[in-house]
């Protein structure tokens, strides 16, 4: 059976897009399922941010398929680990939990590389391209701890 990790931020358009697509090129796809959502649905059916799009092309991997979508309660019955990218984010997700297994399930993602420290993962949208480069170094950091932690290389 496979693992099965969800990505999410605010807009699903610039943290969790690249969370996803960097996590993907460091998973075994036989082992696991990869996926990103957004808290708020400003964006649902958008491909990610030209600026996620033109930092993760800098580094080989191509987000441009991925489509925005709206995080949902179902989320928690269909995936094992949910990873949120600050924590607003993180409250958001936790208030939709309808029990304590749920609540299990969320993490903030760079506690990953600063254990307990909950460190957000800076939202880059209104800032320049050296904040998707920040950002983009953080996750791979970050999803390297993952699919190590995790075995699903």
């Known amino acids: 059976m496979k ?19 960097i996590l993907k090129s460091k998973t075994d796809p ?28 800098k580094y080989n991997l191509d987000i441009t398929a991925q489509k925005c979508r709206k995080f949902d309660v179902s989320d928690f019955e269909e995936f094992d680990h949910i990873f949120v990218m600050d924590n607003y ?37 209104h800032g320049g391209e050296q904040g998707f480069e920040n950002i983009y170094l953080m996750l791979e950091e970050a999803c390297e701890k993952i699919a190590q932690r995790l075995d699903l290389k």
Request: hydrophobic share 35%; aromatic share 6%; charged share 25%.
């Open 89 to 125: 984010n993180y409250r958001d997700v936790l208030s939709l939990a309808e029990d304590e297994d749920d609540k299990q399930k969320v993490h903030l993602i760079l506690n990953e590389i600063f254990p307990g420290e909950n460190v957000d993962v800076p939202d880059p949208y």
């Open 30 to 57: 036989q082992k696991v399922y990869i996926d990103s959502a957004g808290t708020g649905g400003y964006h649902v059916g958008c491909a990610p941010d030209e600026r996620s799009i033109a930092v993760a092309k």
């Open 3 to 21: 693992t099965k990790i969800l990505m999410v931020c605010l807009g699903n358009i610039c943290r969790s897009p690249l969370a996803e697509g």
